[in-house]
Structure formats: C-alpha cells, structure tokens
C-alpha cells in the first residue's frame, strides 16, 4: 500500500536514471542518511564506534571496492588482505613522511597507490579466469604481506615491524591517536563512505559499469561488440584497489592506530571481505552494506547473548560462532544464493503488492 | 534495528550494577591458532583470583570479578573487548598478544588503565618515561635475549667468540624482536649470528633445519609460538641437533610444545621469567578453594604446566599491585588510576612471594616510574621427558641492562617523537 | 575511400553503394584443420549479403573473420578501401562492425536496457572521473544515449520488457534483444549468424520484417548467415555460398539457385 | 663436486618430499571437483577434523564433553579406553562416511544446478561449520598423535649418501613414509576408478552428469562416495602432517599449499595434481636454498603462489590441459 510505484510517472529519463527511482526509496535513504549523520554521532559512545560502527564502515568501504571487482566486473580476487596492507602502509609512510599534509588527503593518495598496485597484480587477469585466478590472487596476499614483514623501510626501521598511527586533525579535531572522539571518527569514515558509495553507484550505472557487468557475463561477446577487456579489467582493478586502499588506510589510521601486517592483513582478511559480498549480494552496492553489516554484527551479537546472556564460558561460545556462522552462511546459500540484497529485492517485490497479492 | 534493540538490551543486562568489586579483565584465546597456549593461561589468571576470593575474601575485602572475553588473537576482537570491558571499570588489561598490545598502548594511556604485558608485547615500554601506562616487568624479550647469551656465556666459559648462533623466528614482529639485540651483543661477544625466519603457522620448517643441518650452529635460539613450537623441535631431534644446544624463549617452552616429539625432545631448555612446577605451597590452596570446590577456569586439568603458572604469576603480580595501590590511596575499592600507581610502586620481594605461598615463583624485582620493566632477571628451564616435568635448571640471573638501556632508549625515544609524548616522570 | 562508380538501384528502389568490405583469399586454419579455404568476395554498401551452406561449411568461421575474431592465416580485409591489419575484436567493433551471435551472447544479469545500452560503448566517450561524478557530461551523454536506444527499442517493439533482466525472456524476445544491441552500436555492416535459427513461423516472419525495415530505413549493410533457404533468397541481394570451406557460388538468388554445384552440396552428392 | 650442489641435491631431494605431501592434499580437491564439479574450500578442515576425530577416538574423549560439562555441571572427559590405531582409523573412516552423507543430503543436494561459485561458498560455510564443530566436539587444545609411524632421520641414506659425497643427506622417515603411502593410495584409486563399478560410474559421473544419470547411475551415491573418498585423502594427509606437528588448529591451513598445486596441475587432473605438487614442493624448497638468504628468508608461502602464477600466464590451460580455443 504505502510502497508502490504506481502512479510515481518519470518524464524524462534523466528521472528514470535516479539512483532510487521509487519515492518511498528516496524517502527512506533520505532518513538513513540524516540519522547517519546528525542524529547517530550524538547517541554513540566508545563502545559503539570502535566495536561496531567503524569496522562496519571501513567493511563497508573494502566490500563495495571488493564487489566491484568481483560483483559486476566477474574477476574473483583473493588478494583483498594485501591490499588493504598497501592503503595501510602507504597511509603510515605518508602519515609520518608528510606531517604538513593533511591526513584527508594522506587516505586519499593511499587509495590511488593501492589502485596502482592492485592494478599491476590484475594484468594476469588478462590471461587467467575464474577459479584460477582467484588462487592466483592470493600470490598478491602473501607477496605483499611477505614484503611488508620483510622490508624495514616499511615500518620505518621500528624494532618490532609494528606501524602506529600518529595523531592527525581536521578542523582542529583529532580523527587519529587515542584522544580522538568517538563521533570524530565515527563522522570522518562515514564521509568516506558515503562519497565513496556514491561514487560507485554513478560508475555501475554509467558506462563503465556496463562493460564491467558485459565482461562478467560473457567476457567474448564483450569483446566482440566493442568491450576493450584490458580496459575493463584494468579499470575495475584500479578503482577496486582504489576503495579498498582508502579502507586499508582508515582501518590503519583511525580504527585499530597500530597495525602488525601478518595478523591484520593477512588471508583471514581477503576471505572475510569475500563472504561479506557473497552473504551480502554479488554485484549489489546495498548487498555490499547488508554483508558487512552482518558479519561485523553478528559475531559481537552472538558473543553478548552467549557469553553475556546466557554465562556461557568464552570458548564455547567462540566454537558456536563459527559453528553459527558456518551454518548461516550455508543456509543463506541454499534459501538465496544472491545473498541479502536479493532477500531484500524480493521482499520489496512483496511488498509493492501487498496488501493484494494477486 | 532489530538487532540492534536486542544488542541494546543486552549491553544494559550486562552493565547492571553491582557491589563494589575489583574488575580484572582477561582478554584470553581459547579458539583458534593459539589455543593450546592461551587456554592454560586464562586458566591460571583466572583460578588465582577465584583463589583470593574463595580463601580471604577478595583484595582488602573486595571481591575480585574476571570478565573473560575471547579475542581468538585477533586484534579487532581484542578491541572490542577492550572497548566493552574498560567501562566496568576494568584496572588492568593483560592483552596476551603483541597486536593487541600496541593497539592499545595509545589507548589505555589516554583512559587511563594500565596495561601489563608481561614478557611480551613492546619490549621498550619498559621505559616509563615514555610508556606511562605500559608495564613489561618482569622481564622483556630484550631481556629474553641477553638472559639465553649469558647462559650460554656461563656454559662456555664466557667465551662465545668463533661460535655460530642461529635464530630461528617467527616471521612477525613478535619473533623480530629480539634480533638487534643478538645483533648489538654478537659484536660484544664475537659470536657468529643466523637468522632463520619461519612464515606464520610454521607448519613447515624443512628448509630452515637442513640449513642448520648444514650451517652446523653450536646454538640455536627460537621465538616460536604456536605449532611453528612443537614443529621445530620435531624438526630439531629428527636432524638430532642436540636438545640442551637449542634454547627456545619463554613462550617456546610449554608441556604441549615439547609433548610431541616424546622422548626425543628431552634436554630441550627453554628461558624463564617464573618458576615452574608444582612444587609451591600455594598449589595446596588452589586444589582445595579452587579445582576441588568445582570451580576451576576451564576444564581444571592444566594445574602446574608452565603457561597456567604463568597466568598464576601475571595474577599474583596483579594482585600485589591492587595491595599496593590500595595501601597508597586508602581505599580499598581502587581505580584504574589507582591501580596504576600501584603498579610503579609495586616492590616484588623473596619474603612476599613466601608468604604468598610461592617462594622463589619468580625473580625479585622494584618498579619505579622510569623503569616498568623490573630487573629483567632471565632464568632457564630445562624439560625432562621421562618424567614430563619442566625444571629451572638456572636461577634467575642478570641481563646485559647496558646493551638492553641503550635499545629500549632509542626505541621509545622514537616512539615518543613520532607521538609527541612528553617527559612522564620529570 | 568508397569507391562509388558502379551503385546501383535495386527493383524495390533502395540504393546499393560500393564495395564496402572485400574478403581476398582468405584461408583460415585450426592446427591442421582448414576451416576456410582461398575464399574471396565482397560486401556492398547498403545491400543484405547472406552466407549459406550445409552445416560445418566455415559460414560461422566467415563471420567470425569479419568481425575480427579469429584472424585468418592467409589473405587479406579490405574495409571501407584500406587494407585491414590484424586487429582485436573489440577493435573491429570500433570501426563500425555489429554483431549478434548463434547462440544468444547475451549478458544475461543485465536488464534489456543495460545490454541495448552495451551497443552504445564505442559512441560514449565520458571518462572514468566524468562518471564517478556523474553529474554533468556523463549524465548529459547517458541521457543522450539512452534517446538513441529508446527509438530502437521502439522500433523492435520491446517497449514492456525494458527493465527485465534478460535471463527471465524467452528465447525470440532475447533474440530481438541482441538485434537491438547491435543496432544501437549504428554499424556501417550489421553481421547475423542465424537470426531466425529455433524460431517458429511467426516470429520468423517478425524478424524478417525487421531485418528488411533496419536495411530500409537505416541503410544498414547487412551480412547475414541463415539455414532457411527461403528467407535468405526473399531477404538477400546477393548470396555466398560455402561448402567445405570453400566458396562454391557467390550471385544473387536466382543465379545461386540455378548453379549446378550449390545444388549438388545441398542434395548431398558425394565428394570424391 | 660443490657444496652447493651437493647442499642443492639434498634440497632438492626434500622438495619432492613435501611435493608428495603437498599433492596428497591437492588430491582430495580433485575428487570432490573432478566429481560434482565443486571447488571443496574445506579440504584444510577435513583433514582438521578427520586428525581431531581420530585421536579423539584413539584416547577415548568424550566428544561434546566440554559442552555437555558446560550445560549440565557435569565432569567427564574420557571413556578410559585406549584403541589401537587401526581401530581408530576404521572409525574415523566411518566417521568421515557420515560426514560426507550428511554434507550430501543437508547441503549440496539443495544446490544441484546451482553456480560455481556458489557451490564454492557452500564449502566455505561448510569449512566454517565444521571448525567450529570439531572445536566443539573435541575441544581446541593441541592433541598428540601417534599411529606408530617412523620419524626422524633415515641412516641408510645418511650412511650411504655419505660414502658417496662425504656429506649425508637428511631424508625423513616420515617423509619416506608418506610418499609411499601416497603412492599406493594414487594407484589404488585408479584401480578403483578403472576397475570396479563405482569407479567406473564415478568416471562417468565426471564426464558428463545427464549422461550418467541417464544411464541409471545414482548421482547422489556417486557423490557421497566421493565426498567420503576425499574424506580418507583428508585423513591420510592428517596423520600425515599431525604426527609431525601435533593436531592442532593449524592443521586445516595445509588446504592453502595445495591450492598453488591445483592451479599448476588442474583441478580435474590426478595426474597434474601429482606432478604440480613434485613441482611446488621442489621449487619452493629451492627457491628458499638459492635465492632466500638473498631476500631475508621464508618465502614459501608466496612464491609456491607465484611459481604458479607465472607459469598460469605463459600456460593458462595448466600442465594438462589442452590448448582452449574460445568460440561464440
């Protein structure tokens, strides 16, 4: 009743290439959008921002980055661990090479550096599909990782290979170090995502997300009707490093300030981001959010209802985790294998006929 | 929004109030890559605080309540323990990790809660100058270091000149760190140093002990953690490197590291920072408050190995730094603040830990506020396999503190100019 | 440059323009396996040209040659008057090369606007930071684009299944689809492979309205490979006509027809 | 003869070794792929749980104890028996059976049809589930296993080597072991797959599933048979690999050194998983002797990954594969 189409005419088509064409949409990412920003930094403590809030954004970011490359342009990378490395340690080497500059811009160079890196590891993509290129992503995850453990320039010759994010501001307010406030930190991720999810939903859109989506359903047809494969694949390379650079530098410089490269970044990582787009929807940026929401909630839900609901001892309850998450993961898979986004498309489908069905 | 009412709810279920209690947070890992290390650790911390509850009634008439929280060691899990602990009002965090440890040295020094890393984590906040809120006493890998090479300089009749020394390290910051100490004290005493690093979980290590094999070192050193453990000790007597030649630090020498090989593993050492064993009188009280009330950490069974002792000491230590705070503030109900006072103050004597019912447990040691990081007294232990016990074949002796200040000084040094740290103790 | 001396006027009264693409001596070889052998023949501007033969004649390899995919070992393309260096296919497409394929080559998560819109590329020239902003150039050149693919989805009559994601069509809509998205590339030579293979009389019928309104109202060339016998000789102006990789006939309908060796490959006489 | 040479030989000599470990892992991906066309992500855990499973039985745990403790206030751990091992192996095997019957009926069954990658992350939420599982059911501290398999160095090789070169090489026994273990298990299986009628409907199965189905052949029996086949590999490469280093979580992160052997040798090739993990194994192993001390040491894990990727770009279809030729 109240979320329907019907009677919501466009008259041009520049109306009809909205991002939200429905005006219940607009209307509710209208509300999302002033929560997040005016009403949630005033509600939130440390608790909230550290153990939820900025891991989920800063996923958020790597996972639409990640769907990009896997989701709409078809190229299964596993490699995604290692290049958040690079957008971490691009961001300490300029942090601590480049005091003057601010730290806005210090996020933004390590994303164009991780997007030349990432791009450089996509050119066997030319040549190699599919599975095999998923296993060959993972020589970027443990080559990259290898190099920052190994080369000391890295981490600025400090005894233990250890990274710290000094202490930057913007405005006068300090996003990074310990005495940052938790809305600062909060506010400075959520601009980034939200520009940054913006910005890919004007690529998928557009042309660039065409030959992106042409290259994944049929790489050859692509090419015969005009597609420049290296020109795709390299494109959605770069601007897939590029996002998940940025939030390789924000998980360094404002969620954890210090960072041990084999333990942050390392496989776990490339397969975490992973499930987040699958469990969230392949080739969906909303799916993106949705899978990152779910995977960086549900581990901390089920711990405070196991742990601090129900007195369980911790171990137990981490074994159940996985246990739980497992079994989610393989039933969410067999109820809808295109994840969240799709759950939600269906629901909506739903809803738009509801309360008459037929 | 749903789950997000339901996480609400249960955030407030959890921070009901409660009588005065001491919070002491174990950020322990029960899951995961190192399991079988954490386990007997959280155990340990956890019992002898069920002990001073159980026996006297808490510290000073407060009754202590652990919040264990799983960190898996994984860092982010680390932080939002950290996060959902530290407002119970939690005195001191006892991390376990390295990671965990430096994401939270900024932290807890602007929320003012002490940390204690003991034996691990950053070697130089032993400097308290720098690191206000950090403390590694009683000992640090630094330490660890110097402790291995002045065993072996006692065994060789101080002389290591002409001798090979190999490491054998894990690939990450932890097994790095005590590299430019071997480096700084192999141009002192003329030893030859290798370095053989081993890729996280050191499943494999064949090519690092045919290089030994061929290399021929006298010694070996490790900085091993985890499986990389029992697989180069396994490697270790299948080349038969003689075991009392192969030193592994404090974190390399547990039961369940050694186990796997059965008997060729015997003669294998292992550096100290404690005791080991059961033979203390504080054992009685544990078995009688504690495992035989039924309310033992865990499954109870790891009483006595050498990382629930260890978990016992960082508890005990604990313990007599909230004795000592409680002393200096009167007040028996401390704060962090408190608490971290109580820990510069903190005064470790043979005749406390005797009447703790741990005599000799461990070294004896004075914090101040420029040193956190105690004496650094290093002993070594040695593993019997035909009796399965581990025993301190050499007492807790000292360490090269010239080579180790130096370090430690230009390290924090660094650390405190890239964080524009002022002077702490001045 | 075309050479125009000899155009012509069909009867039905369209304009037939000069050669606009020659095939010479192309031969085309899998390992030792020859697909196409020494064929030569040529393409002219504006006419509906249809290849034909018994299945495994190289019809698929021809085409596959023109728009670039395979390139052949011997031989050379003229396109347009200039020699034709080996080139991808992405390139071919570039200068003006559309095609649809046998097997549909659909992107099928795409909807039936997207995939049309995909025949727009190479006419769409807004780069990367243009798009990521989106306001201004790249949605000005979107909506003019989309102007473009309106009018031919208009012309195909597919107005209703717009927003479908083409995997749910069925198989004559989709095969309306892909004519679609190589219309909106505006090619100079449309190539088809088997524009009404699976199809009913019907929709054979629709979709031989359109190819003949496309040739008459674009002047779009047209190369079409095609197993009905009947409509390639309504359709075509001239045909080719291959068997084992070789060319066997090459005229118009009638004289095709009437040549003693098309005949004897499509009543099967044995080759000894 | 050089130092280096001879050092060189002996490297070389336990590349092959690992190789043979290495392509024992990479073979139960090949079953399950070659089989129903699934990418088996929990290879690693199988071989994880199967290890778990088969000490737990040898020692008389008490699966679930730790839970059962938890819910109940109870405190039992152990049966207090002690089994043989081939007992335990005989039970694990069965174990491993019912694992593989139920993976069949509650997951993959309710995805036939459905897309690779999908089927791909099934595996993931499987390999997920049965971590957490095993955890649960035997409890996550480090467990010995001992199925009385020889370890450490071989003398006859140290002695004879060392007459001929004057420097014995070091060849574990346990190695040796292994490589003969694996061996017969290849031959078995190609036995089994030529010779009987499961083998023969199993090779059906891989070539073409209408068809197969067409012919009568149960795809659902087909396979679970595989799944419990990859079981057992699972298991052999868990002995394997916990008697060296105890069972422990690690275990199930062997799955990552077979994945470079999967993409040098195919993932529906015996044989290429056979030579691609002779050729990791050596080249990794080399790689480390030679230019290692160079670039500071441990360079195993990636460049096992990027032999392969390098080899993937000059040859894209693999060690087996023939030469792919795109069409529309």
């Known amino acids: 009743m109240f979320y329907r189409e019907a009677g919501d005419f466009k008259t041009t088509y520049k109306d009809d290439n909205q991002t939200f064409p429905i005006k219940f949409d607009r209307y509710r990412y209208y509300a999302v959008m002033f929560a997040a920003f005016a009403v949630i930094p005033f509600l939130i403590n440390d608790y909230w921002v550290n153990a939820i809030f900025l891991p989920f954004l800063i996923y958020a970011i790597a996972a639409i980055g990640l769907n990009i490359l896997v989701g709409y342009c078809g190229q299964v990378s596993l490699g995604t661990g290692g290049f958040m490395a690079v957008g971490a340690y691009a961001c300490y080497k300029l942090m601590t090479g480049f005091p003057e500059i601010n730290l806005f811009f210090h996020i933004i160079i390590s994303g164009g550096i991780t997007a030349f890196v990432c791009v450089l590891f996509g050119l066997p993509s030319l040549r190699i599909k599919g599975f095999y290129l998923a296993v060959a992503t993972l020589a970027a995850q443990f080559f990259l990782v290898w190099l920052f453990n190994r080369v000391p320039w890295f981490y600025n010759y400090s005894a233990s290979g250890q990274i710290n994010s000094p202490e930057r501001s913007l405005f006068d307010i300090t996003i990074t170090g310990p005495n940052a406030d938790a809305w600062a930190k909060y506010l400075f991720c959520l601009v980034f995502l939200t520009v940054l999810a913006l910005i890919a939903r004007n690529l998928t859109r557009g042309t660039i997300g065409r030959t992106w989506m042409a290259i994944r359903d049929m790489d050859i047809a692509a090419e015969i009707i005009g597609v420049n494969p290296l020109k795709a694949k390299i494109s959605a390379f770069a601007v897939s490093g590029f996002f998940v650079g940025v939030s390789g530098a924000l998980f360094f410089s404002v969620y954890l300030g210090a960072v041990e490269v084999g333990e942050v970044f390392g496989i776990n990582k490339s397969f975490l981001v992973l499930f987040m787009i699958i469990i969230g929807g392949l080739g969906s940026i909303f799916g993106s959010f949705a899978g990152a929401a779910f995977l960086v909630l549900l581990p901390v839900l089920l711990k405070n209802v196991l742990v601090g609901g129900l007195g369980w001892p911790t171990d137990l309850a981490a074994h159940l985790e996985f246990l739980i998450i497992g079994a989610l993961i393989v039933i969410f898979l067999i109820a809808e294998p295109h994840g969240l986004a799709q759950l939600w498309r269906v629901a909506k489908e739903k809803l738009r006929l509801w309360p008459f069905p037929h | ?426 | 440059m075309l050479d125009t001396s000899d155009s012509y006027v069909t009867e039905d009264g369209r304009t037939i323009g000069g050669v606009v693409m020659e095939m010479k001596n192309i031969t085309l070889r899998f390992g030792g396996v020859v697909a196409i052998k020494d064929i030569s023949f040529d393409i002219r501007e504006g006419e509906i040209r249809a290849i034909i033969g018994p299945n495994g004649a190289g019809k698929s390899s021809m085409l596959n040659v023109i728009s670039g995919f395979y390139n052949p070992q011997e031989g050379d393309v003229y396109y347009k008057g200039a020699l034709r260096p080996p080139m991808k296919p992405y390139q071919v497409a570039q200068q003006g090369i559309a095609r649809t394929f046998q097997n549909i080559a659909l992107f099928e998560g795409m909807t039936v606007l997207d995939n049309i819109m995909t025949g727009r590329l190479n006419h769409m020239k807004a780069g990367l930071f243009a798009q990521a902003i989106w306001k201004g150039k790249a949605e000005a050149e979107e909506v003019a684009n989309r102007e473009v693919v309106e009018k031919i989805i208009d012309f195909l009559e597919i107005q209703s299944i717009r927003k479908t994601p083409v995997g749910r069509l069925p198989y004559g809509l989709k095969k309306r689809v892909e004519l679609a998205r190589a219309l909106a590339a505006e090619p100079s030579i449309l190539l088809l492979d088997e524009p009404m293979a699976g199809m009913n009389v019907e929709e054979k019928e629709d979709m031989s309205r359109f190819i003949l309104d496309v040739n008459d109202e674009f002047g779009t060339t047209i190369a079409l490979i095609e197993h009905d016998m009947g409509v390639v000789m309504d359709l075509s102006d001239r045909v080719v006509v291959m068997d084992y990789g070789k060319k066997i006939g090459d005229g118009t309908p009638d004289e095709v027809r009437s040549n003693q060796a098309v005949i004897d490959a499509y009543l099967g006489v044995s080759h000894d | 003869m050089s130092d280096t040479f001879i050092f060189g030989m002996e490297v070389f000599l336990n590349g092959l070794m690992a190789g043979v470990l290495y392509a024992l892992v990479a073979l139960g991906f090949v079953l399950i792929y070659k089989a129903s066309g699934i990418f088996n992500y929990a290879q690693g855990v199988m071989a994880l749980f199967a290890a778990m499973t088969l000490v737990g039985i040898m020692e008389g745990r008490v699966p679930f104890s730790h839970l059962i403790n938890a819910i109940f206030g109870t405190h039992i751990h152990h049966f207090g028996w002690h089994l043989p091992a081939v007992f335990g192996i005989l039970f694990t095997v069965a174990v491993m059976a019912g694992f593989a019957w139920c993976v069949q009926k509650f997951i993959f069954r309710h995805l036939v049809g459905q897309e690779p990658i999908i089927l791909f992350m099934a595996t993931i939420g499987l390999a997920y589930f049965l971590e957490g599982f095993g955890d649960l059911m035997w409890g996550s501290d480090i467990k010995k296993l001992d199925v009385g398999l020889p370890q450490g160095i071989n003398l006859l090789i140290d002695e004879t080597t060392f007459g001929w070169f004057g420097y014995g090489f070091f060849i574990d026994n346990l190695d040796l072991v292994a490589t003969v273990i694996a061996a017969l298990l290849v031959i078995s299986l190609i036995i089994f797959a030529q010779y009987t009628k499961q083998g023969r409907a199993m090779r059906a199965v891989a070539d073409d599933h209408q068809a197969a189905l067409s012919v009568g052949i149960s795809l659902n029996f087909i396979w679970v048979m595989v799944w419990t086949l990859a079981g057992f590999v699972a298991l052999v490469a868990g002995i394997m690999w916990g008697t060296k280093s105890g069972v422990q979580f690690s275990l199930s992160l062997i799955a990552l050194k077979a994945l470079p052997v999967l993409m040098l040798g195919g993932f529906t090739s015996i044989p290429g998983a056979i030579v691609g993990g002779l050729i990791i194994g050596v080249g990794e192993k080399m790689f480390e002797f030679l230019v290692g001390p160079l670039v500071g040491g441990a360079t195993e894990n990636w460049f096992a990954y990027v032999l392969a990727l390098l080899f993937l770009v000059f040859r894209p279809q693999g060690l087996f594969g023939e030469k792919i030729i795109e069409r529309v």
């Open chain 2, 1 to 426: 929004m749903k789950k997000l009412a339901t996480l609400a709810v249960g955030a407030v279920m959890a921070a009901s109030p409660v009588l005065a209690d001491l919070v002491i947070p174990s950020l322990s890992y029960r899951t995961g890559p190192y399991a079988a290390g954490g386990i007997p650790f959280a155990d340990g911390y956890e019992d002898y605080f069920t002990l001073l509850n159980e026996r006297d009634g808490g510290i000073g008439g407060v009754p202590v309540r652990v919040i264990e929280c799983e960190t898996g060691y994984n860092t982010e899990k680390g932080v939002e323990c950290y996060e959902s602990t530290k407002g119970e009002g939690a005195l001191v965090y006892q991390p376990l990790s390295t990671g965990i440890t430096y994401q939270l040295i900024p932290k807890t020094t602007a929320d003012d809660i002490p940390m204690h890393t003991m034996g691990y984590g950053r070697t130089s906040a032993a400097n308290g100058d720098v690191f206000s809120h950090t403390f590694n006493y009683p000992g640090n890998y630094w330490n660890g270091a110097s402790g291995a090479i002045n065993y072996l300089l006692a065994e060789n009749g101080g002389d290591l000149s002409g001798k090979k020394i190999a490491l054998v390290y894990h690939n990450s910051a932890y097994g790095k760190e005590p590299i430019r100490t071997l480096e700084e004290l192999s141009s002192k005493h003329g030893y030859e140093l290798s370095l053989l690093p081993v890729d996280h979980p050191g499943q494999e290590q064949k090519s690092q002990w045919l290089q030994i094999r061929r290399d021929r070192p006298d010694f070996v050193l490790m900085w091993g953690w985890g499986v990389m453990n029992q697989v180069a000790i396994q490697e270790a007597a299948n080349i038969r490197f003689p075991m009392e030649n192969f030193i592994g630090i404090w974190w390399s020498g547990a039961e369940h590291d050694v186990l796997p090989a059965g008997d060729k593993s015997n003669g294998y050492k292992a550096l100290a920072f404690h005791n080991v064993g059961r033979d203390f009188p504080v054992f009685d009280d544990i078995n009688k408050y504690v495992v035989d009330a039924g309310k033992a950490a865990g499954a109870g069974d790891q009483v006595g190995n050498v990382l629930y002792n260890r978990g016992l000491y960082a508890a005990m230590l604990a313990a007599e730094a909230i004795k000592t705070a409680q002393g200096i503030h009167g007040v028996a109900d401390i704060t962090p603040g408190m608490m971290r006072d109580g820990m510069e103050a903190l005064s470790i004597t043979e005749e406390k830990m005797a009447s703790l019912g741990m005599p000799n447990f461990g070294p004896s040691f004075d914090v101040s506020c420029e040193n956190h990081g105690g004496e650094g007294l290093v002993g070594v232990a040695q593993w019997d396999a035909g009796s399965k016990t581990w025993s301190l074949i050499s007492d807790f002796a000292a360490t090269d503190g010239e080579v180790i200040g130096a370090l430690v000084e230009a390290d924090s040094s660094a650390y405190a100019a890239e964080n524009n740290i002022a002077s702490n103790c001045s």
